[in-house]
């Protein structure tokens, strides 16, 4: 099956970048999307097909797609109300599967 | 835009239960929907997902053969019926809306775009 690979934490400054790493066979040959999970919330879809942003998400989010086996989702000028868990998501369409990374825990310092 | 799931709470090791998702605010039979889960302090583990006008069902190797999916458009709902549970399907149950997009190279990616709050199922003696 197709894997999903993610940084099990992230901590960063207020007011810096946080870098959050999705690593997958191939990830560049697929769309890749992001989401956002706070404590005791459901999830919220933050970047899709790559670094396309649902309406009302603020531009502060972005992703990347462009290295062979490491997708990216990058949030600058980071702020306390950013710290929750962010999960990578793809389909896998040779298995029909649709696919989770771990996830990646952001701290704000 | 509202996702609304119900069905869950305490069944007992190889038990069933039969989770709801009702939708309002938009066209549902329009939408490819899905199931997700999320055990207590782990991560989101997709089960299920079932096409909108297209009679298409795929499920998770965890979900194959003893969950099932199912729909009833008029009725703007989705169901997930859950057979033969066991402890490591204690989570809280989610249903998504599908968001469906060709990108360049014909490569089609499915994300979820609207969630439910979720409803838990705890299974336990």
């Known amino acids: 099956s197709y894997v999903l690979t993610q940084p099990p934490s992230v901590s960063v400054a207020p007011g810096q970048t946080a870098t959050i790493s999705c690593g997958g066979d191939n990830i560049g040959g697929k769309s890749v999307h992001w989401y956002q999970q706070k404590p005791g919330q459901a999830p919220v879809l933050v970047v899709y097909d790559d670094s396309a942003r649902p309406s009302g998400i603020p531009e502060r989010f972005s992703g990347s797609n462009a290295a062979v086996d490491t997708a990216t989702l990058t949030i600058t000028g980071v702020e306390a109300g950013d710290e929750a868990t962010y999960y990578c998501q793809v389909l896998d369409s040779k298995r029909d599967q649709l696919v989770f990374g771990g996830g990646t825990k952001l701290t704000v310092l | 835009v509202q996702l609304v799931e119900s069905g869950g709470g305490l069944v007992r090791p190889g038990g069933s239960l039969r989770l709801a998702c009702e939708v309002s605010g938009f066209s549902f039979s329009s939408y490819d929907m899905a199931w997700v889960r999320q055990a207590p302090g782990k991560g989101l583990e997709w089960l299920s997902y079932?096409?909108?006008?297209?009679?298409?069902?795929w499920y998770a190797d965890s979900a194959r053969g003893r969950f099932t999916i199912s729909r009833d458009n008029d009725k703007n709902s989705l169901f997930l019926q859950l057979n033969r549970l066991s402890g490591d399907d204690t989570a809280f149950y989610y249903c998504a809306r599908v968001g469906v997009t060709m990108v360049p190279g014909g490569i089609f990616s499915h994300y979820f775009d609207q969630w439910g709050q979720g409803t838990l199922v705890t299974v336990s003696s």
């Open positions: 079932i096409g909108g006008t297209r009679p298409t069902k």
